[in-house]
């Protein structure tokens, strides 16, 4: 049986199994032990392609009214694991060094062409299944901000354990599991088989019109389109500040502790979005991203209270998300692409710079802030915009 319960599950499953795959194939062929050079511009390519086209792949598939995504990107994300799997038999990691050299241990660039290939699938068809998946948690939502939430949070725990298992366990990066590339493809195949038994598609979908959280035209700027495309600027502001200021949160501890920010992040992106259903969206996303500022400067040293803040400044996620889609009615697929290029826009200044401890410890506290600050002056305050009784 199909329904919106069933549909969230299986791209909620193969969000997870998704970014598993992608950063396994990242790390299995460019490990922290190898080429340092070599790891970066992968990490930079793929997050480049996989979030900078969601924005034009979303746009696209509102246009269609129909959805291949899903199924292309795992296709892509299949043959990437494949040419990893290659990659594994001729030549092992690859260094940015056998891209001008043109050899590798005597394979010639076989091993280099197959690895920056299959990075490039790997991005591809993490940038078709994000849209899908997106487009499916706003148009099925009847209202409900938590769908958001629930269908973002999972891919936190799929990118962590992707780390754990991408290095080779004789390649001495990391704790390297020695995982076989199987496990990445049945994971893939498992997504696959569960979006094409799971999704479901009602009349919202073939109208690609999620619902109107904030309710009225008049909240989306319709009657007035330069505050329309303030408001758009201001969310487009929040995520890029939110993305900058992840990328400065201090975690000492974070070697012996791995899994704990992916599961504080995790558990903050759905909790958001239960809380914005409960509460309103205004209070679910600014008073958290204010109370994680003492947490992060005064805790950050401190596993539990640092998760705790890692949890707070999450949950504005899929207001923001929801915000977007409601500023851009009927766009669903383009909302999500755009938020997602807000983090891309935020992430990349940490490609090309690292920031002390003490400088990062001043100046979180004003980027959370400032992101609070354009989340309330975007999302209408009052009310409990998430409860929307669906049709």
């Known amino acids: 049986m199909r329904n919106r319960n069933t549909s969230l599950f299986a791209y909620t ?56 995504g899903a199924l292309v990107g795992f296709l892509l994300i299949a043959f990437g694991i494949a040419l990893c799997a290659a990659v594994s038999v001729l030549g092992g990691s690859v260094s940015l060094a056998v891209i001008g050299a043109g050899a590798a241990g005597g394979f010639g660039g076989v091993p280099s062409v197959f690895a920056w290939t299959a990075v490039c699938l790997a991005a591809l068809g993490n940038a078709l299944f994000h849209v899908e998946g997106g487009i499916d948690s706003l ?31 004789e390649t001495g990066a990391g704790d390297g599991a020695g995982v076989s590339e199987a496990l990445p493809l049945l994971l893939i195949a498992v997504s696959a088989v569960s979006v094409l038994l799971f999704k479901y598609r009602g009349r919202e979908f073939k109208k690609s019109s999620p619902p109107a959280w904030f309710g009225t035209d008049a909240a989306c700027g319709t009657d007035a389109k330069g505050r329309h495309g303030f408001a758009l600027l201001l969310l487009f502001a929040a995520v890029i500040i939110r993305a900058f200021g992840g990328g400065l949160i201090q975690m000492p501890w974070k070697p012996e502790y791995i899994l704990l920010p992916a599961a504080a992040a995790c558990a903050g992106k759905a909790a958001g979005g239960f809380l914005a259903d409960g509460f309103g969206a205004r209070r679910a996303a600014c008073i958290p991203l204010l109370v994680c500022i003492p947490l992060f400067c005064f805790g950050y040293s401190v596993p539990p209270l640092c998760a705790a803040g890692v ?19 009927g766009h669903p697929g383009l909302a999500f692409g755009t938020a997602s290029l807000a983090l891309l826009v935020g992430t990349v200044p940490h490609y090309f710079m690292q920031m002390g401890q003490g400088a990062a410890l001043a100046v979180l506290p004003a980027l959370c802030a400032a992101a609070a600050a354009a989340i309330f002056t975007v999302v209408p305050g009052g009310g409990k915009p998430g409860l929307k009784k669906e049709e």
């Not at 962590?160 to 080779?168: D, M, S, T």
């Not at 949890?311 to 009615?329: E, G, I, K």
Request: proline share 6%.
């Open 13 to 68: 499953l193969s969000h997870f199994c998704v970014d598993f795959g992608c950063i396994f194939i990242l790390y299995r062929l460019f490990p922290a032990g190898g080429a340092p050079e070599g790891q970066w511009l992968a990490f930079f390519v793929y997050c480049v392609i996989a979030f900078g086209l969601q924005a034009p792949f979303g746009d696209f598939l509102d246009k269609r009214g129909k959805e291949p």
């Open 139 to 169: 148009v099925n939502a009847g209202g409900h901000m938590s769908r958001s939430g629930v269908f973002v949070c999972s891919g936190a725990m799929g990118v962590a354990l992707g780390a754990l298992a991408g290095p080779r366990a």
């Open 311 to 329: 949890f707070l400044f999450n949950m504005a996620m899929p207001v923001t998300l929801c915000a977007f889609s409601d500023r851009l009615r």
